[in-house]
């Protein structure tokens, strides 16, 4: 660094880090998740045709970066700012400067700093890229929600000074894709990608095959793709529902090697890993579809059209081996992610148990039963796996009948399997039905889309503490994260994907990216709109759920109707009539659960400081 500028900006910065006033609340700054400290100026930054995009050369990372940032601000501007090399410049001045010379280890890899010069200069600050990239997307929640409703261009904006120190909290935070049930254009797959990076999350689970399709082209087996990629029809509602109704429609299609390629670069540019899941040994039908030679019994087998766990499986002997390698070997290829996800859970051992090939293979390996046999098989796949540098994850029944020395576990059913594998010392990625599954409810069931269950509203999705209370620090180091996964059963286009994960994902990221100490719902409830405007602009649909009061009726012990009115609005008063007219704050308040006896309906309207929020909500009292 020659240029006689640089001194003078580190200067000016640190002298105004050391001035800069106490810590001021994040409601005005928005940013989710929230970071570890931001300290507004009370200043603003103009942007304007004279601004330009600095970056620290050589470093070809961010002038690309620069460019995405100046593609941004033009996208609502008449001006597009000048992206230059540090090394070819004068002065700075209304200028935003990226570079990665912190030099402080205490940041980290993910770690930014965002700092000003006498209210001049916006630098964003790392020690490699991907603090830089995360520096950048805290950034452009600074604008203002007029520059993403904006419908026509603007010659300035003006931007707030803010200082902020952050870094992320967990190593792993990671969103979930069910691509089998439904799949998705690349382009929606590439917004999803957006709305991680958005969020400072940094792994895709790209759940790839399922026993209702498969969705990756493999060029040693075409049958999975021609075959395999297809279902006859798809079951109408829910699975529940009798008499089970199907469309009678084709469904299928899948993502092809290029378009995997494209997927994987475009979440690279944004620091993102791409974990593929190749699902075994259950989970397979659309595969022994293709090649029923790989089950059992021999088939024939039809790719599923409706939804649950079934009872054929890959058949344990020789063969199955060769075609997994041979999938895994294209599948490595295209990921360069260390991790490789072989699935593992809900496999049924009942073909197992009737086949002659496995039960050899449980007598000659000498092995118990067909727990053990299981974890022979994922054993034998991360072997495979370890040779070609690549390392396993799977659900937590990979823990069933032992597991493999360096697989990391994927603890679904609850905690306890993240726990165990902890205590064995194996790390654990933490996905809990409880708070991580995205394809649960999040608002009352009534009035909601149709989803498969459950009732995970975004206040608990919030709420979540990924490091189970049961382990000891040395264990918890174990505990690399977590990750919402997104099964989409009943998600058959990207609308019904976005409104399942917005503003879910939004309350994770803080949960896995924030200190503790920091998480605050009431903030982060505050913090909330200014995201609902930004997925509005942006064409997203998205839950309101979380305006919603959420009406529970029971029964007591000695038969009265018993209504209980609820809400996650910290705060909030809750004013009802019994009757289908619209509450007012002169209307009943609710205190607590009462018998509505005769009444029909009930209306329920939520105020908070005096205005009212949300929609009115009218229930029948008839059932
Ligand atoms: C799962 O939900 N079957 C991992
Ligand atoms: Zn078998």
Known sequence: MKNPVYPLVLLVTTLFLLASCKENTFQQLNII???????????????????RIIYEDPNPALRLMGEELAAFIHSKSDFRPEVVPYSLIQSLENDIFLATNLNDSSFGNDGYRISNSGGKIISIQANGGQGVFYGIQSFYQLFPIEFYQATESKSSWEVPIVNISDKSRFAYRGMHLDVGRHLFPVEFIKQYIDLMALYKYNYFH?????????????KAYPNLT???????????????????????KPYGGFYTQ?????????????????????????????????????????????????????????????????????????????FPGKYIHIGGDEAPKKSWKNCPHCQETIREEGLENEAELQSWFITRIADFLQKNDRQLIGWDEILEGGLPSDATVMSWRGT???????????????????????????????????????????????????????LNQQEARHILGAQANVWTEYL?????????????????????????????????????????????????????????????????????????????????????TLNPSIPGQSSQLYQQAFDPKKAESISIQLFKNEKPVGDPQIHSLNY
């Not at 300290?39 to 304007?48: C, F, G, Q, R």
């Not at 021609?226 to 008499?243: D, F, L, V």
């Not at 205590?423 to 009035?447: A, L, R």
């Open 206 to 218: 790209w759940h790839l095959t399922e026993d209702q399709g498969w969705r990756i082209e493999i």
């Open 416 to 470: 306890e399997g993240g726990i165990a594998a902890a205590q064995m010392g194996h790390d654990v990625i933490m996905t809990p039905g409880s708070h991580c599954y995205f394809d649960h409810y999040q608002g009352n069931s009534e009035t909601e889309p149709l989803a498969i269950g459950g009732y995970t509203p975004v206040s608990k999705v919030y709420a979540y503490e990924a490091i189970p209370a049961e």
């Open 258 to 334: 290029d378009e995997v390629r494209e997927i994987v670069d475009y979440a690279a540019s944004r620091y993102i890993t791409v974990i593929p899941e190749i699902e075994m040994p259950g989970h397979s039908s659309a595969a022994l579809a293709a090649y029923p030679e790989l089950g059992c019994s021999g088939g024939p087998y039809q790719v599923q059209t409706q939804w649950g766990v079934f009872d054929e499986i890959y058949c344990t002997k020789e063969s199955t081996f060769t075609f997994l390698e041979a999938v895994l070997t294209e599948v490595m290829a295209l």
């Open 33 to 51: 998740p929230k970071p570890h400290s931001a300290y507004a100026t009370h200043k603003n930054i103009t942007l304007d045709k004279n601004s």
């Open 226 to 248: 021609k075959t395999g990629a297809w279902r006859s029809e798809t079951i109408m509602g829910h699975q529940s529902e009798r008499p089970k109704k199907f469309d009678g």
């Open 492 to 576: 058959r286009n990207p609308d019904a994907v976005t409104y399942m994960i917005l503003p879910r994902m939004a309350a994770l990221s803080e949960a896995l990216w924030s200190p503790p100490e920091k998480k605050d719902w009431k903030s982060f409830y505050d913090r909330l709109p200014a995201h609902f405007s930004r997925y509005e602009a942006l064409g997203l649909k998205y839950s309101r759920a979380v305006d919603q009061a959420k009406i529970q009726i029971t029964q007591s012990e000695t038969g009265e109707k018993i209504l209980e009115i609820s809400s996650e609005i910290p705060e909030v008063s809750i004013y009802y």
